[in-house]
């Protein structure tokens, strides 16, 4: 099969598409035929040498695509369905990848639009449950208008909190069609943020990194309040909990998304697609910021649309 790899650590020029022997599913597994890869930044972080140090590496996490090759005691689907999920070993920018935690693809989507879910979907949820967030609570988003964020948003709304999120002013429309309260990040943003909740909020989640942990405290009353999924020195330094899939994934999201799809509760749009080809001017585009959203690998036949 062919699959995205490199070598060395640099710039996307490292990026190959190179040949591979084809994977096969372990127990509780299934292989798909992969029609789209989400591309995430983690990805450039790998890449460049910042997170793995063994070399060669393939790239890609999240997948969606048609199965064709079931693993040992797997009966809740069959060769032939389409479905989305998590490939473990990080090869799913391939042709062919083995998903250890799948879901069917929601019956509205396209595989594009499905590849995008499971990264966002999964660490959303994770921070909320981390939070204890439920009904009634107010919880602060800082970054809450890229795909995580906005995961978050939406999966907390559905909750019946009441959620405020930080954004550049030109995102605050796209908050609000959340069910978001926006606010400008910057300077001024606790002020801001307690003129909408003058006693501050109940929870505070940090997708963004900006080195904003201090003000979350203050506004969430304590550092037990506030979970970071990006700034992993400040959450040591600020004694906050740093979430990563590493202490155990919410795997339940993947199975109950689609329902929230389906009722029109839930949306994650995919910004740009690449074929596997593009796999480097992908990385450009992520790098550079010209694209907001999701970036998705189209791969093989019958991608399907992004909805």
Known sequence: MKAV???????????EIVDLPDPHP???????AVRAAGINPSDWKKRRGLMDEELPQTLGHEAAGVVDELGEGVADVAVGDRVFGFCTEGAAQAELAVLSHYAPVPPSLGFPAAAALPAAVETATRALDRLGVTSGGTLLISGASGSVGSAAVQLAVVRGARVIGTSGPGRHAYLRALGAEPVSYGEGLTERVRALAPDGVDTALDVAGSGILPELID????????????DFRGAQEHGVAFSSGDSG???????????????ARFSLPVARTFPLSGIAEAHRAGEE????????????PSAGGSR
Do not use: D, M, N, Y
Not at 289 to 300: A, D
């Open 5 to 15: 790899r490199f070598q060395t650590f640099g710039g996307p020029e490292v990026l």
């Open 26 to 32: 372990g127990p509780g597994e299934v292989r798909i």
């Open 219 to 230: 506004l969430a009353g304590g550092s037990e309040h506030v979970v970071t999924i990006t």
């Open 249 to 263: 994934r919410a795997v339940h999201a993947l199975a109950e998304i689609g329902e929230l799809i389906e009722s």
């Open 289 to 300: 910021g010209r694209v907001r959203g999701k970036l998705v690998l189209v791969v093989g």
